[in-house]
């Protein structure tokens, strides 16, 4: 059953959630995927690495911008269709050659997709249900988002068993165009725009540069921080730990894949909905300080049990860290930026930053497992996040208030039904 809260209508609600469900390649794009198949193309794993890297750059470059740009636009829906298309696009070409440097343009376009859709979303999110209800329907968002890549996982795995790893790539633009069509029947009318930048005014004040937004706010500084050292640890993790197994002929290339992903996403979903309650009554400080101690737990297991059934408590614990940050992270930056004008180009720094962390690891891990061997690559990546539990906990009288349960300024944008 669809509830009606925040004014918003079913046909808007429903179709969020189809698209935050089928929005799972864009975001991920074929990456645990791409490593195996490379793999079993010859490359080896520092130059899969890199190749990812060179993504992951191209993504961090973009976020901010991204994020800018549909603070400013009032057709929010243009930054769901794009990455839509550059998602076709970049499963096709991938299947014309392996070279490296088409493989890095697919990429790019990938992790350029993946930067615009998450502010694009969000915003589409706040623009329909408010700063009064974001908070519940993200979990709800984010729960479909995990289903999502759970389904197309388990897809994937079974037709690159079925079919060869061309099906997989198949699935990738099928799930991009249906992206697009879900955006398209969210109506327009039913997002306000200037709620959707976190605005509660009709100012004509100069809009803040994303830099300085982050910078002058402490505690998202603190935040972007925390979570570049967790994704310089956590972005290879997955990738690595399927080549790892693969390569030491423990598993098949996409069935095995397809279950890292299945079993993390299935955790994710319930992460989600645990985060969510947590944030209302509890706040999203020790949400987010769970999600920073599950990473130096799973790189200890991860390197001590690199067998077929490793799996299940590897990316359990993969589920738990990142099935709460995608509730928290962007519910935290909305609670803060509320009222700025400025919710998605601050989405956007904090973003940034965290991608610089994301974008360095696949690099970092791949060359530390060819060089040090795959054992060490998984306890010096999950040591990364022994910084972000120091950083959490060093600053905690600043974060506990910014993270604190609802506020009455939350309850205080009501928004107005959509006729």
């Given at each position: ?50 190749v990812m890297t060179v993504g992951g750059i191209a993504g961090m470059i973009m976020t901010t911008p991204a994020g800018a740009m549909i603070d400013a636009t ?346």
């Amino acid at each position: 059953m669809v509830e009606r809260s925040s004014g918003a209508k079913p046909q808007g609600i429903v179709a969020l959630f189809s698209l935050n469900f089928f929005m799972a390649d864009i975001q991920a794009g074929i990456g645990p995927f791409l490593g195996v198949f490379l793999l079993a193309h010859g490359w080896e794993s520092g130059l899969i690495g890199t190749v990812m890297t060179v993504g992951g750059i191209a993504g961090m470059i973009m976020t901010t911008p991204a994020g800018a740009m549909i603070d400013a636009t009032t057709n929010k829906r243009t930054f769901v269709i794009i990455p839509g298309i550059f998602t076709v696009i970049a499963s096709a070409v991938i299947l014309v050659s392996q070279s490296f440097w088409v493989v890095a343009a697919s990429q790019v376009a990938t992790a350029i997709a993946g930067a615009a859709i998450v502010p694009a979303v969000t915003g589409i999110t706040l623009g329909i249900v408010h700063q009064a209800g974001f908070n519940r329907q993200n979990g709800r968002n984010q729960a479909f988002n995990h289903a999502g890549n759970m389904v197309g996982a388990a897809l994937s795995g079974f037709l690159g068993w079925k079919f060869g790893f061309g099906a997989v790539f198949i699935l990738a633009a099928v799930f991009g165009a249906l992206s697009i069509i879900s955006v398209l029947i969210i109506p327009r009318k039913a997002i306000d725009d200037q709620v959707a930048r976190g605005s509660n005014d009709d100012s004509s004040r100069a809009p803040a540069s994303a830099w300085r937004v982050l910078l002058d706010c402490k505690p998202l500084v603190v935040l972007a921080a925390a979570l570049a050292l967790f994704h310089l640890g956590n972005a290879a993790m997955l990738p690595l730990y399927g080549l790892a197994v693969v390569s030491g002929q423990e598993g098949n290339g996409p069935g095995f894949v397809a279950v890292t992903i299945v079993v993390a996403q299935a955790v994710m979903i319930v992460a989600s909905i645990v985060a969510m309650r947590m944030a209302e009554k509890e706040g999203y400080w020790l949400v987010l300080l769970i999600s920073f101690i599950a990473l130096p737990i799973r790189g200890l297991i991860a390197a001590s049990v690199i067998k077929y059934w490793g799996v299940f408590p590897v990316q359990a614990l993969d589920g738990i860290g990142a099935g709460l940050q995608s509730v928290a992270v962007p519910g935290l930056v909305a609670r803060i930026l509320n009222g700025t004008g400025r919710v998605n180009v601050g989405q956007g720094a904090v973003m940034t930053v965290q991608g610089v962390g994301a974008a360095l690891s696949p690099a970092i891990g791949g060359w530390l497992a060819q060089e040090l061997g795959y054992p060490a690559a998984f306890t010096i990546l999950g040591c990364f996040a022994v910084g972000s539990i120091v950083i959490w906990l060093s600053f905690t009288s600043l974060l506990k208030p910014a993270c604190a349960g609802k506020r009455a300024d939350d309850s205080a944008a009501v928004p107005v039904p959509v006729s």
